[in-house]
């Protein structure tokens, strides 16, 4: 990940959650108090999200020491402890939501991504993200698709064309629409057709686009029609595809499959965070 971009993105996560001050922490706790905490999984998966760990606990206090014990992309266990971080606890306890949000959400994309692409071990089919992310996470969202396996689709609006039916209604025809684009667009802009019908599929053909996107059809339609899509196309399949239905798409031949599940709707692993005070000898633990 770009750290420039993730030391920004969680100042304003800090910005937005800690306001004025942490009432909790710094009412209750002197500010010279140090602790260490532990980072804490619930659950079994993927492992995502060391960097976040590491630099939001420094940008919130850069005199925090931390310690990541697993490495991202590294299976892991209920009850294994994840990190451990020493520093003044005002400091520990007024970042640990944010970090634990952020890392919770990024092992359960990883995680998910890990398990369906496990399903389609034995063919050449990749699995893929969309633009389905949550707005402002997309970079880390997208890193814990590659930390599961997963490939990347287009980052945004600006790095790929893709061609929807909107697109297609407003321009009259696959072929027009890429026409009047390659006039347009540098030759290192790939273009993209979403297509759900066989003569969509010819005409994205005729057209030469880089990418056919084979929308909402079944694996049986796939399997018929791919053969007619050149082998310099790259083919993509989306739409209807679950973990039940997902091997057989794979089974198809595709070279990809774009699954916005990955990080539109995934359930966040359950990751805690104690803290046992360091400087009070009866090792009170605050929770």
């Known amino acids: 990940m770009n750290r420039i971009k993730l030391v920004s993105m969680l100042e304003q996560f800090f910005i937005e959650?800690?306001?004025?001050?942490?009432?909790?922490?710094?009412?209750l706790f002197p500010a010279d108090a140090i602790g260490e905490m532990q980072i804490i999984t619930k659950t079994s998966g993927v492992f995502c999200g060391g960097d976040v760990i590491t630099t939001g606990f420094q940008v919130m206090n850069p005199s925090?020491?931390?310690?990541?014990?697993?490495e991202d992309g590294e299976r892991i266990t209920d009850k294994q402890i994840l990190a451990?971080?020493?520093?003044p606890v005002r400091s520990l306890l007024t970042a640990e939501r944010v970090i634990l949000n952020c890392i919770q959400r990024m092992t359960a994309i990883a995680t998910k991504t890990?398990?369906?692409?496990?399903l389609l071990s034995g063919t050449n089919t990749r699995v893929c993200d969309t633009r389905k992310t949550a707005p402002g996470l997309r970079m880390l969202d997208k890193y814990a698709v590659r930390t599961g396996g997963g490939f990347n689709h287009r980052n945004g609006l600006y790095d790929a064309v893709m061609l929807k039916d909107n697109h297609l209604a407003y321009a009259g025809?696959?072929?027009?629409?890429?026409q009047l684009l390659r006039t347009r667009l540098g030759h290192t802009v790939k273009i993209e057709v979403e297509i759900e019908s066989l003569a969509q599929l010819?005409?994205?053909?005729?057209?030469?686009?880089?990418?056919?996107?084979?929308?909402?059809r079944t694996p049986q339609q796939?399997?018929?029609w791919l053969p007619l899509v050149?082998?310099?196309?790259?083919?993509?399949?989306?739409?209807?595809i679950t973990e039940d239905t997902i091997a057989s798409y794979g089974e198809t031949g595709i070279d990809y499959i774009s699954v916005g599940a990955l990080t539109h709707s995934v359930i966040a692993a359950d990751i805690s965070a104690t803290i046992q005070l360091t400087t009070q000898e009866d090792g009170r633990i605050c929770r």
Do not use: H, R, W, Y
Request: proline share 3%.
């Open 17 to 27: 959650d800690v306001g004025d001050g942490d009432l909790s922490a710094n009412s």
């Open 64 to 70: 925090i020491e931390v310690t990541c014990l697993v």
């Open 84 to 87: 451990t971080v020493k520093g």
């Open 114 to 118: 890990a398990d369906l692409t496990a």
């Open 173 to 178: 025809s696959i072929m027009n629409a890429v």
């Open 202 to 216: 010819q005409e994205a053909i005729e057209a030469n686009v880089d990418i056919i996107m084979f929308d909402n």
């Open 222 to 224: 796939i399997t018929d």
């Open 230 to 240: 050149p082998p310099d196309i790259i083919t993509e399949a989306s739409g209807m």
